[in-house]
């Protein structure tokens, strides 16, 4: 990734001050030269940028340093400075002992120069779709900035405060973790104003043991609240509202379940493309809320950006009109056709909760459009020792959900075949396929299984590719239909 330094555009000496390097000089650069844009990738250096040399497993970024400077770059961070890097021209290194860490120090001034609002937001499940209706809710009133993509950790952070410009106003930031003070560094990096906690599930159980070490996990956003901050919270999780009075912060509790929630949805209808809800906020009934975007889940993230919205001082009217404009992210529930196939592309990401969710979204629509409900569940990555249990169970809830064709896909899609049938899908309606590597035999089992006006939903872990079965299925169906 590559960004453009558009709040100040510091010297190399005062960013070798800020980051706490030393420099080391070669040919006739001027310490005093500007950076004017900062990329982790040599081969999108240009003239005036930064080139971070980040040291991996495999390849240690200082051996791309020629052709960042060969590209125009002016500096590099790096933990080192190799000899046959020394004749290849006028620039400088700034040598480091973390550069990942040395960039993070570099986005917490650069964040400091900005006068935007701060928004911060983790959790399990929902926090970039969560992010995505706040950002859409504050666009409406101020030039928003948020966090592209799944640039949500240590290094995708600072590159995200580092694209922050002098219009922004509202900066809406998503923050990601795989373990136990992640969270903590990060927020203290943004100091948000306001800070989301969506949920806490099960993903990285493998690395942190148990649901309480989660919820510790993704608390520490309130590390770096500022102190007349805000933390939201969901307060139908068990966990969150239990510390809901050790916060040393102020909270405000989203709900449609627990009465003590400050925003809380009722009546909630479900349509054909969306959903309309009421709400209950400040002892005020406010009616007829409406959402383009199905399953009762997404209500929590559109009371979430509702309460943001207030607390940017914006009006009903906007906030509305915020969420109507919503649009979310790729791969997070997209709905489309392919021939006379209805799919539900969801496969960006998957953990028990969203999947739960999704066969909720898959057999609420197709109920409504009275089609057959197909599902295709891919691997569920990060769950450790319950990763066969959460399998087990998936497989019994899509048999609960009444799929009347079930693809399982990837190493533990025997574990959710064998528990749908024992729990009522017929085993002539459950397919199997355990490598990933080959998306087209999938796709030829569902091609082979369909008929017309089925809906499809496609939902698993990032890594297990899910998109590339929907591609090898739209080419196969594309195919048919040319032959008519």
């Not at 051996?63 to 961070?77: K, L, Q, T, Y």
Request: charged letters at 25%; proline letters at 2%.
């Amino acid at each position: 990734m590559s960004v453009e330094l558009k709040l100040r555009t510091p010297s190399i000496k005062e960013l070798a001050g800020i980051v706490g390097g030393k420099t080391e000089c070669f040919g006739n650069i001027d310490t005093d030269s500007k950076i004017t844009s900062v990329t982790t990738s040599s081969g999108e250096a240009v003239d005036g940028a930064l080139f971070c040399a980040i040291r991996g497993t495999r390849v240690d970024g200082a051996d791309f340093i020629p052709d960042a400077v060969s590209r125009g770059a002016v500096c590099a961070m790096s933990v080192s400075v190799p000899e046959t890097i020394k004749s290849c021209g006028d620039f400088a290194v700034i040598v480091v002992d973390d550069v990942i860490a040395a960039l993070g120090r570099f986005a917490e001034w650069y964040r400091d120069l900005s006068r935007a609002t701060f928004v911060a937001i983790t959790g399990s499940v929902g926090k970039t779709t969560t992010k995505e209706f706040v950002a859409s809710v504050a666009g409406v009133k101020f030039k928003t900035h948020k966090t592209q993509g799944n640039y949500n950790n240590e290094l995708g952070l600072p590159l995200t405060l580092l694209g922050l410009s002098e219009e922004d106003e509202v900066s809406v930031i998503e923050l990601g973790m795989s373990d136990l003070g992640e969270i903590e560094y990060m927020s203290k990096i943004v100091k948000p104003d306001i800070a989301i906690v969506t949920n806490i599930g099960t993903s990285h159980l493998a690395t942190l043991g148990t649901r309480e070490n989660i919820c510790k996990a993704k608390l520490e956003i309130a590390s770096g609240l500022k102190d007349d901050g805000i933390l939201l919270i969901n307060a139908d999780e068990p966990l969150l509202f239990e510390k809901r009075d050790e916060i040393p912060k102020n909270v405000g509790m989203m709900s449609i379940y627990n009465r003590n929630g400050d925003y809380r949805a009722l009546n909630i209808r479900v349509g054909v493309d969306g959903i309309t809800f009421d709400m209950i906020y400040d002892n005020k009934a406010i009616t007829n809320i409406e959402i383009p975007i199905l399953g009762k889940h997404n209500v929590y993230n559109a009371l979430t950006a509702y309460a943001v919205g207030t607390l940017l001082g914006m009006s009903d009217e906007e906030i509305r009109r915020g969420l109507l404009n919503f649009v979310g992210a790729e791969m997070r529930q997209r709905i489309y056709e392919i021939g006379d196939l209805t799919v539900i592309d969801d496969c960006y990401n998957a953990s028990p909760e969203s999947m739960r969710a999704a066969l909720d979204v898959l057999a609420s629509f197709s109920s409504r459009q009275g089609k057959r409900p197909l599902a295709l569940l891919g691997d569920m990555l990060e769950l450790g020792d319950y990763s066969r249990l959460m399998h087990d169970q998936l497989g019994q809830y899509a048999a609960q959900s009444k799929v009347s064709k079930l693809f399982c896909y990837g190493m533990m899609s025997d574990i959710v075949a064998e528990a749908a049938i024992k729990k009522g899908i017929r085993a002539e309606n459950v397919f199997v396929c355990l490598d990933t590597r080959d998306p087209q035999t999938m796709a030829d089992m569902i091609f082979q299984s369909l008929e017309a006006g089925d809906v499809l939903l496609v939902k698993a872990s990032r890594a297990i590719h899910a998109e590339k079965v929907i591609e090898c299925l739209k080419k196969r169906i594309n195919k048919a239909k040319a032959r008519i």
